[in-house]
């Protein structure tokens, strides 16, 4: 398989899956408070939101670069 569709196929995928979920989350701990070995820390989730237009774009530059690259040169 040539690099160019492989690529296309993976960028493709990419942004089918950032069209599914719409972002994601991860867990951060923040230090409130250390004093010598004694730390008060805290655990949050945040969240990372990913535009439409992202995975739109990242499908649309698949398709191409799989058009492109099936080409016969």
């Known amino acids: 398989m040539k690099p160019m569709v492989l690529a296309g196929i993976v960028l493709a995928i990419l942004g089918i899956v950032a069209l599914a979920y719409q972002g994601f989350s991860y867990p951060s701990r923040d230090t409130l408070l250390q004093v010598g070995d004694v730390k008060i820390a805290t655990e949050r989730q945040k969240s990372v939101f990913v535009p439409p237009a992202a995975g739109i774009a ?15 040169g």
């Open 58 to 72: 990242l499908i649309v530059g698949g398709v191409v670069l799989i058009g492109l690259g099936s080409r016969k």
